[in-house]
């Protein structure tokens, strides 16, 4: 059943997004297989972590773009769905700001900005380990029929 | 030895492309375990396939846009980097027009549009195996030191 | 009345390009006032110029990019309403690859590169009367309820 | 004469932004035509308005989103620069949320996120008089020889 996000509490907004994260997290094997995990979630926030491992770097010997961007990506994802409507990524775009290496650990942070109807705008900021910002993504969202969990 | 793209003929600019991407690709661990195959490369130009798997996809049941976004990375790295001049990503948008599903086979194919200076863009549409466009990608690319192989 | 696009001769669609641009043109006073002209129109497809003036140079004595902006989203307009369905920027990104100057003689080339149902995106070059790119725009479009003459 | 922005106590730098602005504003000819002023500027942001004019009224009765770019692309000129380091947009873009109308008073408020060597990132949001954010703006920024003032 659907709960509408303006009729919550925090503290119910905050549990359906755990909730929501959680149901998401088990479907998500691209996400999964990754290594990629949750370190928290909020109504319209969301904080992903990945490690790049050997099969994440190029023929630059540095983290492939791709991946960085799926870890933003994924942050996106898990910060739109918070509400639990339904939610998908209509288009990205991602500044790239230092590179990162074999083994650094990444944290990306996502934040909803804007509502307006059906479509949102989220900023994730991507960080090593040495709190560095690598890359800076925006992803514009769009609401689809349907409840997430 | 760094040969430069305007002294060469169109046979020998194309030889110089097919032996970039060669060298690229034997140290590309990211494309290589995602299953990415080099279809053809030309000077500023790359097509380049990825079938989607079970790894790849999301909490929707389609393709986690990362992945998308990585194969068209991917062929906009092979693309910028033909002429064997090292060139990186500065940044890059993505719009997803249609969903991939697993099982799908995907193509990427790159062109660099503009060059002035360093800066260059490149345009990557990614296609499924009945032709339609699911997601187009401009990437802007920066040449950096040194030589490919 | 609104024609279908797709069932009409191309002789008909160019007709059709053509009278929606007019339309259009008569009631678009910014463009107007920019010194905008329409070179051509075709179906999914416009030129248009514009001369840098006196009043559209920044601080940094070249032409205020908002200006290059503007031609480039003028011809994504007149490109994407020459089917005459209401259609309406949802939004844009822009390269700058080269300043203009005052008195520099700029023309837009817009063309649509993929429809998908009421989304569409559309590709528009700036170049300079020595025929230099000097800027790349892409426009993210949508349709909506409505024709436009 | 350059003063280092890090070697500034909190009020010259603020004094040095406020300096710059003036400097730009005054042969800033593009941003004084479209009425547009300056309401504050501090190190690293800027808020500036604009009032809708007829003559930025385009064929959909609605204000051009050119010169929606434009006020927000100003905003990022006079945040970028505040520091007195010539600073020009190597690339922009703008997602559209709701549409100025005749009369609107728009803000834009903008505000550099991130400084990576001679690269930056600077987010816009333009908001018209009811405080309803019509469009968000991120610009990139490329630091070239020389100072503002």
Known sequence: MHEEPT??????????AERVAEGMYAR??????????IVR???GAAELTMTVRGDMVNGHAICHGGFVFTLADSAFAYACNSHN?????????????ASARLGDV?????RERVLSGRNGICDVDVANQNDE???VFRGKSARIRGHVT
């Open 85 to 97: 409507a339904n939610t998908v990524a209509a288009g990205c775009s991602i500044e790239f700001l």
């Open 41 to 43: 979630v909020a109504p």
């Open 106 to 110: 990444l944290t990306a942070r996502a």
């Open 133 to 135: 910002t690598i890359a």
């Open 28 to 37: 998500d094997r691209a996400s999964q297989g990754l290594g990629i995990r």
């Open 7 to 16: 009729s919550l509490t925090p503290a119910a907004a905050q549990a359906l």
